[in-house]
Structure formats: structure tokens, C-alpha cells
């Protein structure tokens, strides 16, 4: 899983180039500057090669965020190409709002365990290598390609427009609009914190990780 950067929906200058017919191009502002009224898109994707899922965020690129999008991706299409799955497996790079450090990534992820009665191991790529992370080459590179020179006017435009992305080597992807709020600098209590019930992996436990779910499994 990764989030892609953030992209401005309005008429705004989208990269690349789009052969249209004269006269027919949409005219799109050439520079954009900073303002708050102005919408965002976080696209947060989870790659996985029979099912993938972007789920576009509209408040903040947050832990809560981030975690709520692999939740998206099992509800939506990995609990049913799956359904003997007994773990879920993240493989993430070092930093942002997954970061190993941060306590809410930590804490969101319990929740997740708790809710699906799996355990959730997380392998981390090391500091310095998330262009490795194969979500990167073979999920956004097709996404920009597929908007490329296409003002992203909406966010209803943005979610068509990644929901489109196929290659002729079968890459297909679900995609949905997230509107919950996620507000920036949540912090966790010490009695929460003691909730998490994270155990270091046996390879670089600084890095990767996994929590057991605090109820027994369901299935």
C-alpha cells in the first residue's frame, strides 16, 4: 500500500499530453497557488494482483486514513477473493502516515485486528527505498497515464478516471470516494496505547511488525 500525492480537483493544469479534436480541448488555469478552499484529492492505493483498491480521501492524508483505506479494500473486494485468508499482510514503506513510529498508525491497525479477528503483520521497505514499493510502477504509473492532460475538474472525474485504468496485461482497479473526516494530530492516551498488542518480527523488528487481534477469532 502507498498514497499518492495529493492532486487539486478544479480546472486545473494536469500534466501530459491528449490529442483532441480543434477547438474541443478543455481550458485549464496554467498555474496553481496555494488556497485552502480549494478541494484536494489523497489517493491511497493497495496493490494486490487479483483485486485493487484506491480509495480517494477528500479531508487528510492521516493515519486513520490510511488504515480506513486497507479496511476499504478488504470490505470491498479482499475479504471475497479471500475468504480463507486466516492474516492480512502489509507491505509498506518507512515513512508518512504509516510510519513505524506513529502510535495512531499502530493504534488504527489494533482496531483493524480487532474488527476482522486476523492478526495484521506489516513489512516495511527500509528508509530511502519506497520507490521499490511495487504499488509505485505498476498501479499510479498506469493511473497517470490514464489522466494524463485531463483536467481533474471533480472529485467525481478523479475516481472515473482511476476506475478506468486497465492494461492490456489485466490490471483492473476498484476505486470509491472517501468523505470522512480525519483530523490531523489525533493523539492516543497511555490506557489506549496499552491496548496495542504489537510484537516486533523476528527479521529488523524495528521495522516490520504484527498485532494480534485482543478477541478471539470469529471464524
Not at 476499504?72 to 515513512?95: K, L, T
Not at 509505485?136 to 472515473?160: C, D, M
Request: net charge positive; aromatic share 10%.
Amino acid at each position: 500500500m502507498d498514497s499518492k500525492k495529493k492532486e487539486l480537483a478544479g480546472s486545473h493544469k494536469n500534466g501530459g499530453r491528449k490529442w483532441r479534436r480543434k477547438g474541443q480541448a478543455p481550458k485549464a488555469q496554467t498555474h496553481d497557488f496555494p488556497d485552502p478552499d480549494i478541494p484536494q484529492a489523497f489517493p491511497c492505493g493497495v496493490y494486490d494482483l487479483p483485486c485493487n483498491e484506491v480509495n480517494v480521501g477528500s479531508d487528510h492524508d492521516a493515519s486513520q486514513f490510511a488504515v480506513s483505506s486497507i479496511r476499504a479494500w478488504w470490505n470491498e473486494v479482499g475479504g471475497n477473493a479471500y475468504p480463507h485468508a486466516r492474516r492480512i499482510q502489509i507491505m509498506a514503506d518507512s515513512g508518512g502516515s504509516n510510519g513505524y513510529r506513529r502510535i495512531l498508525w499502530k493504534w488504527e491497525l489494533q482496531c483493524l485486528a480487532d474488527e476482522t479477528a486476523f492478526p495484521v503483520r506489516v513489512c516495511r521497505f527500509p528508509p530511502g527505498t519506497s520507490k521499490w514499493n511495487k504499488v509505485e510502477h505498476r498501479l499510479f504509473s498506469f493511473i497517470s497515464q490514464n489522466w494524463r492532460g485531463e483536467p481533474l475538474t471533480s472529485y467525481e472525474t478523479i475516481v472515473k478516471l482511476i476506475a478506468s485504468t486497465i492494461t492490456k496485461a489485466g490490471l483492473k482497479v476498484h476505486c470509491q470516494l472517501d468523505t470522512n473526516k480525519y483530523p490531523l494530530k489525533k493523539k492516543i492516551g497511555a490506557q489506549e496505547a496499552k491496548g496495542i498488542r504489537l510484537f516486533p518480527g523476528k527479521f529488523h523488528g524495528e521495522w516490520n511488525d504484527e498485532l494480534k487481534p485482543g478477541i478471539e477469532s470469529k471464524l
